[in-house]
Each structure stands twice: as structure tokens, then as C-alpha cells.
């Protein structure tokens, strides 16, 4: 077989893969037993709803058309819900799509990035792929945003300082303060990306209005959302940037697909947009269930972040992976985190009622065993 490895920049040879959930046709082939809970993708369980169905079908009969490249209709409604003009927005194939963007039109080799730690893994993987560095801050004991750490990490090559809120595996939320004061010394040099997938799920008194707070700052922002978690739209890959700068989305256009999302995909966003009920019908539930799985964990032993997502990050004492592992024999899927020191962490989704029975049983008969 012909060696390609020369081929292969060392950068992107060297980089770690992406840790996916299993997808519920691979776990079965590999497992051969029904899944109960799949809980490792922050998935939303609740069916679509009859109007984004219908949506959806409305658009198949034009499949062989291509879709509006710069998916101008849904830009303009997303700018509208925050006083944006449509050429301050950017369309995705999920937000992640966006990361990897804004780093192709930002990074070159040696600039340096800041994030969290733990975090979503693109958010240090896309900075690695370009050349760049990346340093990790860890959060605060108490899991708190590590503000002053996030601040002291800044260098004259930062161009990016990057995190979610609520955090992505651990789910704390930056308060408005702390971000504030992190605006304070950041320039037009250094852009910030405020990375929100999770954002529908914040409860008062955390939850502000990001794109308000940022609008006043002296460097350039994004704020990154998206249509997988809190609307279910997962597999239709939809995710959405509200940027500072006109000219910055013109750059990040340049540099990722033409066609991000597809024809059915943007059909059922724009649809989802139409139904403002929706948000109130998902979250409030898991919300609710959020609260049963913390607990339940708590009153085995567990100790668990504060999440203001739809998923709960907790500390197994033993190998992730093994839990992961040995629950995945009894059908219940969640994610074994992968990045140091969090390597005893597992998160687990929100999900269904009855997935969030099955996942505590499981894991109560598993935590019995050993």
C-alpha cells in the first residue's frame, strides 16, 4: 500500500479525533441489544413538531435545486430577534462548522488562543489544525469561569479568546460581570467568541443578553448559536453567528463551504423561528429532568457540576471510560470525557423521563458491582 503520511501536515497528523456519541445504528451493530438511553450528545428528545415536518416535506419536491447560497431569508429573520442587520449574521452547518471558519480566516501559525478547560474540544483542535497555540485555564474550584486566569493567559499574539456559556462538558454559565471585565482588555486586535449552543437552557438570574453586552465592546465579537440542542434540529446541522463586523462575516464566508446548510435544513429553521412555543415546551421539561438526574447522582455519591444546560457533568471516581463502557452493555449511552484531568468525568444528556430512569438504574446496579 503506497505510504501517504509524508502527505499529512504533522500539525493535523498529531491532532487527537473528535470524541462523537455513537450513533444509535453503529451502537446497535456493535452491541446487538436495544439502546434505552442515549444520552451522549446533548440530543433533544422531544419529537419535531407538526409544522417543521411539514415544512421540511414542502421543500423535497425542489431537491434538485440548490439552496440560497448565503441563506439570506433565515439570516434576516435570526438578525431581526436581536436587532442585527442580516450581513451581521453567518449560517452553519452546526456552530462547530463555524469555529473551524473563523480560525481559517483569523489564525496563522504562532498566533495563540485562549479557552477553558475542560471544553469543547474544537475549541483547542481548530487552533492546533492552523499552527496556533492554545492555552487552557481550568475553572475555579467551586466551578466558577476562571475570569482572572482567562485574562492573565492573554498575550500580545492572542487573537482568539474563545469559551462557552453554558459551559460545554461542565455547564456553569459566565456571569455578565465577569464578562465585562474580560471585555475591558481585550482590543481590536483579539476577537472574542462567545459560544452559546446552549443558551436557551440559562434561567434567571444567570441568563443576559449577550449580543446587548457585547455591542459596546472595543473588540470585535461572535456570539455562536444553534438549532441542534434546544429546538432538536441536530441532524439537520444548523448553526448561526451573530458577528460585530460585516467585513469579518465577508472573511469567514470566503473560507467554508458555499453551501453549508441544505434546502430541507434551512426550511425547517426558518419554520422553528415561527413557533416561539417551541422553546417553552422543551426546556421547561428538561430543565425539570435536569434537576431529577443531578440529584439522583447526588444521592449515590456523585459529585456533579452546576449546569444550566441540558446536560449534567460528573465526577465517576474511576476511569470514564470504563463506566462508559459497562453502561453501554446495559444500553445506556452517555459520553466519557476525554481531556486531562477530566478523565474520571462523565457527561450524561437530558433526556426522555424514562431515559433518565433507565441511565440511574443502570448506573446504581454498575456503582453496586464494584
Known amino acids: 500500500m503506497t505510504k501517504v503520511s509524508n502527505l499529512i501536515r504533522k500539525d493535523v497528523a498529531d491532532l487527537p479525533k473528535y470524541n462523537a456519541g455513537l450513533s444509535l445504528d ?32 414542502s421543500v423535497l419536491a425542489s431537491a434538485n435545486r440548490y439552496p440560497d447560497a448565503g441563506a439570506m431569508h433565515l439570516r434576516t429573520l435570526l438578525g431581526q430577534r436581536v436587532g442585527l442587520t442580516a450581513d451581521q449574521v453567518i ?31 474544537l475549541h483547542e ?13 481550568p475553572f475555579n474550584d467551586d466551578w466558577s469561569f476562571p475570569t482572572d486566569g482567562l485574562i492573565n493567559a492573554i498575550t500580545p499574539r492572542t487573537r482568539i479568546v474563545i469559551f462557552s ?36 437552557f440559562v434561567a434567571e438570574p444567570y441568563a443576559f443578553d449577550s449580543v446587548a453586552a457585547l455591542a459596546e465592546a472595543i473588540c470585535p465579537w461572535a456570539v455562536l448559536r444553534t438549532f441542534s440542542k434546544a429546538y432538536g434540529l441536530a441532524g439537520l446541522r444548523v448553526g448561526y453567528g451573530y458577528i460585530s463586523h460585516a467585513e469579518l462575516v465577508d472573511a469567514v464566508a470566503k473560507v467554508r463551504n458555499p453551501f453549508t446548510s441544505n434546502l430541507v435544513a434551512l426550511a425547517a429553521a426558518e419554520a422553528t423561528l415561527a413557533e416561539p412555543e417551541i422553546l417553552a415546551s422543551t426546556v421547561a421539561p428538561l430543565t425539570e429532568r435536569r434537576k431529577l438526574l443531578s440529584d439522583g447522582l447526588e444521592a449515590m455519591g456523585f ?11 460528573f465526577d465517576t471516581g474511576r476511569p470514564a471510560t470504563d463506566v462508559a463502557e459497562a453502561l ?26 424514562d431515559e433518565v430512569s433507565a441511565f440511574l438504574n443502570a448506573l446504581r446496579q454498575i456503582d453496586n458491582q464494584s
Open 303 to 313: 459529585h456533579c457540576a452546576p449546569s444550566q444546560a441540558n446536560f449534567v457533568f
Open 165 to 200: 456559556s453554558p459551559s460545554n462538558p461542565a455547564g456553569p454559565v459566565i456571569l455578565k460581570e465577569d464578562l465585562n471585565k474580560i471585555l475591558s482588555v481585550l482590543d481590536e486586535n483579539t476577537l472574542l467568541i462567545f459560544d452559546e449552543a446552549y443558551g436557551e
Open 91 to 121: 449560517i452553519g452547518n452546526g456552530s462547530e462548522d463555524l469555529i473551524g471558519a473563523i480560525y481559517r480566516a483569523i489564525l496563522t501559525p504562532g498566533d495563540h488562543v485562549v479557552t477553558v478547560c475542560p471544553s469543547f474540544g
Open 26 to 57: 453503529r451502537f446497535q451493530a456493535m452491541y446487538g441489544i436495544p439502546c434505552l438511553a442515549k444520552l451522549d450528545s446533548n440530543e433533544n428528545p422531544t419529537p419535531l413538531s407538526e409544522a417543521v415536518l411539514a415544512a421540511m416535506q
Open 328 to 353: 453501554r452493555k446495559k444500553g445506556v449511552l452517555v459520553k466519557a470525557w476525554l481531556e486531562e484531568p477530566y478523565t474520571q468525568f462523565v457527561r450524561v444528556s437530558v433526556g426522555s423521563a
Open 125 to 137: 483542535f481548530a487552533a492546533l489544525s492552523m499552527g496556533a497555540t492554545a492555552a487552557k485555564v
